[in-house]
């Protein structure tokens, strides 16, 4: 009749044979060990009606390479946080139909089965599956991306058609690779929010890079997108002002755009303000546009 299990700190799970907890529907697991794989396997096969399902790991915990199931046909909710056992080894395989919330920081994951996902937030993954991550995420309605562009090695050709909000961070090289690849893709998408690397980044450590804009115009910023947002814009990059410029220079259905930056005069906010003004004016786009 159990309905919430939560284990933490110094547990070794070691389940030889299949549990059944038909009644359970929280699952916490935090800092925890597992003996191998088929414990792991054995008390998830043992909760067919699990929804919530959060694992943390630590960097104490016992150095053992596991591929870790989640084969779960009710779970909704997903949260797994930090490396299996603190190695870059090892990974997950998630098969959730009813999945509807996920977020992954650190580790490898490959997903089979999620066509019900509406949000997702991954950061700080393995490169060994980054060539799938898009393609397994292509069901979302919210996505949030905190992953390296270097790493991806092809572009699966998925097209998110239900995405309509998208979060990304800025602070991998080459993350504007990432940003074309999504505006490509994501033709409905409705809210951009770019988030800067912290600002206190020597210019020397800066890598220079040139934005080279998508040889068509992605649908997103002709028909849908309507509120862009980029935070700790580094208006002193150059880089930077091309990516801003080429956004509002196209989106044509536009409604508002926020930058936030460090603070600088009034002057220098005032000509930032009338040159964004003046690439909006460009495509009869008339969003106002904020600097905070």
């Known amino acids: 009749t159990l309905e919430t299990l939560k284990l933490k700190y110094s547990v070794l799970v070691d389940v030889p044979s299949p549990v059944c907890m038909k009644s359970l529907r929280t699952l916490h ?10 414990s792991f396997l054995n008390l998830i ?17 016992r150095k053992v390479v596991l ?82 562009p270097l790493e991806i090695k092809c572009h699966t050709g998925a097209i998110f058609y239900r995405l309509v909000y998208l979060e990304m961070r800025t602070r991998e090289a080459e993350w504007w690779n990432l940003l074309r ?12 929010k770019l988030i800067d690397h912290y600002q206190d980044v020597s210019k020397d450590d800066m890598v220079s890079w040139q934005w080279n804009e998508p040889k068509y115009v992605p649908e997103c910023l002709l028909s849908h997108l309507e509120t862009f947002v980029w935070i700790r814009y580094d208006w002193e990059r150059e880089e930077e002002n091309e990516v801003a410029t080429y956004i509002l220079k196209n989106a044509r259905r536009l409604k508002k755009a926020t930058f936030s930056t460090n603070p600088i005069e009034s002057k220098e906010k ?15 786009c008339h969003a106002p546009c904020k600097i905070n």
């Open 67 to 148: 591929t870790l199931v989640i084969a779960a046909p009710c779970l909704k909710r997903l949260l797994i946080d930090g490396k299996i056992g603190g190695l870059a080894d090892g990974g997950y395989v998630i098969n959730a139909p009813s999945l509807e919330y996920l977020k992954i920081n650190c580790g490898c994951f490959l997903i089979e089965n999620a066509p019900m996902l509406v949000e997702a937030n991954i950061s700080n993954v393995s490169y060994i599956l980054n060539d799938k991550i898009l393609g397994s995420l292509k069901s979302a309605k919210r996505l949030s991306l905190d992953i390296s």
């Open 270 to 284: 005032l000509e930032m303000l009338n040159a964004f003004n003046r690439v909006k004016a460009s495509n009869s």
């Open 45 to 61: 096969s043992g909760c067919p009606n699990l929804e919530d399902l959060a694992i943390h790991w630590a960097r104490g915990t």
């Open 181 to 192: 690849i999504m505006l490509d893709s994501s033709p409905k998408l409705q809210v951009l």
């Open 29 to 38: 697991l935090v800092s925890v060990e597992f003996k191998d794989n088929e």
